[in-house]
């Protein structure tokens, strides 16, 4: 079973509107890691954003929030007042705690975002 | 500056030539591992290490080899390519396994075999 699903091959969201990106994960272990990357172009991968599992509130950083909901297993990604230079692949990845996945990440495939003027 | 630093960044070769791809970091980091990117298929790791000398295998180790003698470094080898490995490779590093760690992340190595 995926680790890490994201439902949403290809997102299209004009300039300036919010845009929310879907992840939901699969996990047994009660303490994970939940991040969000952005990948140009150019191939580099760009930290956005972490969620810890036992984070009461939800991470935000600039216009970049994570809206985290722990009975659903879902980690979506919101970018509000989006801009062009947010087209990007989006990735969602998670990191167990522990056992024999210990330090690696879960990566789901990706969403291809597209911002248009 | 903090960075994660992979070498080369694009290389074409032939199917069978050895090649490796260095990576290093200057963060002293414990944490080191390869990822390998395909189309539709997201990141997979390839092999980890969690301090010098302690490596072990991700999910997709098949092909690779890898090495942790010093700190700092954490080349991956590619003993024999094959067209199946051509693919975009990232090294990534942390401080340590904990879950809010910061993970670097190299500027990523462009592979194709031929």
């Known amino acids: 079973a995926q680790k890490i699903t994201q439902t949403q091959p290809g997102m299209f969201v004009q300039e300036k509107e919010a845009v929310t990106l879907d992840c939901t994960y699969d996990t047994s272990d009660p303490s994970y890691g939940l991040f969000w990357y952005k990948q140009p172009s150019s191939g580099e991968m760009i930290f956005l954003i972490y969620?810890?599992?036992?984070?009461?509130q939800n991470a935000t950083e600039g216009r970049y929030s994570l809206n985290f909901q722990k009975a659903r297993k879902s980690a979506n990604l919101v970018i509000s007042a989006s801009q062009l230079g947010d087209s990007a692949m989006y990735f969602c990845?998670?990191?167990?705690?522990?056992?024999?996945?210990?330090?690696?990440?879960?990566f789901g495939r990706g969403t291809q975002l597209t911002v248009w003027p | 500056e903090a960075q994660v630093t992979q070498n080369p960044r694009y290389l074409i070769t032939v199917t069978g030539k050895k090649l490796t791809v260095t990576c290093s970091q200057n963060?002293?980091?414990?944490?080191m591992s390869w990822y390998r990117q395909d189309p539709g298929l997201g990141l997979r790791q390839i092999y980890y290490?969690?301090?010098?000398?302690?490596?072990d295998k991700g999910d997709v180790p098949e092909g690779y080899k890898v090495s942790r003698k010093e700190k700092r470094n954490f080349p991956l080898i590619l003993e024999s390519p094959s067209p199946n490995q051509t693919s975009l490779y990232f090294c990534?590093?942390?401080?340590?396994?904990?879950?809010?760690?910061?993970?670097?992340f190299g500027e990523g190595s462009w592979l194709t075999v031929v």
């Open positions: 963060m002293n980091h414990e944490y």
């Open positions: 290490s969690m301090n010098v000398e302690v490596t």
């Open positions: 969620q810890g599992s036992y984070d009461q």
């Open positions: 990534a590093s942390s401080l340590s396994l904990g879950l809010s760690n910061t993970i670097y």
């Open positions: 990845a998670m990191r167990e705690s522990g056992g024999s996945t210990l330090g690696r990440l879960y």
